[in-house]
């Protein structure tokens, strides 16, 4: 039941991703003579490009049914009618780059807080386990835990900030439309696609592991790892939040300096 549940949230998440990840293309290829041909080609690239992937990748499943689907088409229809109602991709853009970033960087900001505790509670296992001779091993896994948690729900935070590790030739020294070229068609060729596919290949195994109360092997130990392997969908969540905001920027920028 679960996994059947995991896949209709696929969907989803899908259906309201897709819409998303498209604004700040819409902002960049709105206006203009050429507004038109752009469009066309952009619409045939999604489609051969979603038709290729599916084809490369039997094992996700992608192929949806007429529920999958109609869920699909149905949540991408009503992201696609709230934008515009508010007043197209440049309004929404305007009201959602704020609440994503506010999102990434609050996550961010909060797990900042477990690199002190986990320093606090490894330096108490050492005093307790060579001082005192005692073992708590919940203690133990709650350090892994945290470095979980630490590693996964600071990642969009890092990239948002840009204090992710960065290795370039050239783009330190780029020109700003260049730097701006590079966020965009990264962003797009690269995060959205990695984000997308893992929710997609982390849902039968968090589902999975929250079907069963997955816990410690240990009788003793913290008994909540479906938790814990939560954090993996919650990292792509929150990757592709930074990545929007990203695009958003870099596609402003080249608007700016066409």
């Known amino acids: ?22 604004l700040p293309l819409a902002l960049l290829l709105s206006g203009g003579r050429r ?35 109609a869920t699909f088409a149905g949540v991408s229809a009503a992201v696609i009618a709230g934008v515009a109602i508010i007043g197209g991709p440049a309004r929404f853009a305007a009201l959602a780059a704020p609440l994503f970033e506010s999102l990434t960087r609050g996550s961010g900001r909060a797990v900042m807080w477990f ?19 005692i073992n708590y091993i919940f203690m133990q ?4 835990y945290m470095h979980g948690a630490v590693f996964l729900l600071a990642g969009g935070y890092a990239l948002l900030t840009d204090d992710h590790v960065r290795v370039d030739i050239f783009y330190r020294e780029a020109a700003p ?30 589902a999975n592991s929250w079907a069963v109360g997955e816990g410690s092997q240990e009788a003793s130990g913290i008994q909540a790892v ?22 958003a920027r870099a596609g402003e920028t080249l608007r700016e300096r066409a």
């Open 115 to 133: 690199l002190l505790v986990m320093a606090l509670v490894q330096f108490a296992v050492v005093v307790l386990r060579y001082v005192f001779g």
């Open 141 to 144: 896994e709650s350090i892994t």
């Open 35 to 69: 507004a038109g041909a752009w469009w066309v080609g952009l619409i045939i690239g999604f489609v051969a490009g979603g038709a290729a992937f599916a084809r490369l990748t039997p094992g996700l499943a992608l192929t949806p049914g007429a529920g999958q689907a």
């Open 177 to 206: 439309k260049r730097k701006a070229l590079v966020d965009f068609l990264g962003t797009y060729f690269l995060l959205f696609p990695v984000c997308l596919l893992l929710l997609w290949a982390a849902a039968p195994y968090v």
């Open 1 to 22: 039941m679960l996994n059947l549940i995991g896949d209709i949230l696929n969907w989803l998440a899908a259906g309201a991703m897709f819409p998303l990840m498209i």
């Open 226 to 247: 479906f938790i814990m392997k939560s954090f993996i969908p919650a990292f792509a969540v929150l990757l592709a939040m930074a990545g929007f905001n990203i695009a």
